[in-house]
């Protein structure tokens, strides 16, 4: 058995007993792959930590960045009271009316609304709206830009927010002195920002699965 066989493997069994699809996660993939968008949503299992840390954090106020289809979107909403409040950011209009229809067919359109446009350009017209402050932001978009979205998210928060950045290792091409693509630079220039802020306290952690070698980087907003 290859290693690769032995991540989807697994991924399975924790998918089936600890975060199965439902028919609204099922469709929002089923839905996504048809409309021909990349094959990059977050697995279940990574679907189900962010609904537990949105939980675990008492959020009432989510900010992601990168709707993609709302695979993503609908497990942090899930994790949100009625009255909750989560905003997308997604660059591309195709993305984001799939990810629409995905959200109003599980029942969330009420909590959950997507803007569609570049990020660091909808991101100041957000903090001109000045809303209450973020409990969690997700960063999963162009990874390029990540330095400038952890910046837009630590304007946005409070102490006690947390802030969690997706693909973050690239299959251990962030640690690859010799690979300076603007994915890789844009990750480390992110991880060194949450590394010597002050206000951050962060960590990144490897993972293995159905999409390969990766990770994540979480961070906790200080005082």
């Not at 439902?22 to 977050?42: C, K, M």
């Not at 009271?81 to 993305?95: A, F, M, N, T, V």
């Amino acid at each position: 058995m290859s290693e690769s066989q032995r991540w989807d493997d697994v991924d399975f069994y924790f998918s089936a007993h600890l975060s199965p699809d439902d028919d609204v996660l099922h469709a929002a993939l089923r839905d996504s792959e048809a409309a021909e968008l990349p094959h990059v949503s977050v697995t279940a299992p990574q679907g189900k930590l962010l609904q537990l840390l949105a939980e675990i954090q008492g959020a009432r106020t989510i900010l992601e960045i990168g709707t993609l289809g709302g695979y993503s979107t609908i497990w942090l909403a899930r994790a949100l009271p009625s009255d909750g409040r989560l905003i997308s950011l997604e660059y591309s209009p195709k993305h984001a009316e799939v990810a629409t229809r995905n959200i109003a067919r599980a029942g969330l359109d009420k909590i959950v609304e997507v803007r569609v446009g570049p990020a660091l350009e909808s991101l100041p017209h957000l903090a001109d709206e000045n809303p209450a402050p973020f409990d969690l932001v997700f960063i999963d978009a162009d990874k390029a830009n990540n330095p400038g979205y952890v910046e837009w998210a630590l304007k946005l928060t409070r102490a006690g927010s947390l802030i969690i950045v997706d693909n973050v290792v690239r299959g251990g091409r962030v640690a690859d002195p010799d690979d300076t693509s603007p994915d890789v630079r844009g990750t480390r220039a992110a991880l060194e920002l949450i590394g010597s802020h002050p206000r951050l306290s962060g960590t990144a952690i490897q993972t293995v699965g159905s999409k390969g070698y990766d990770g994540f980087a979480l961070a906790r907003v200080l005082a």
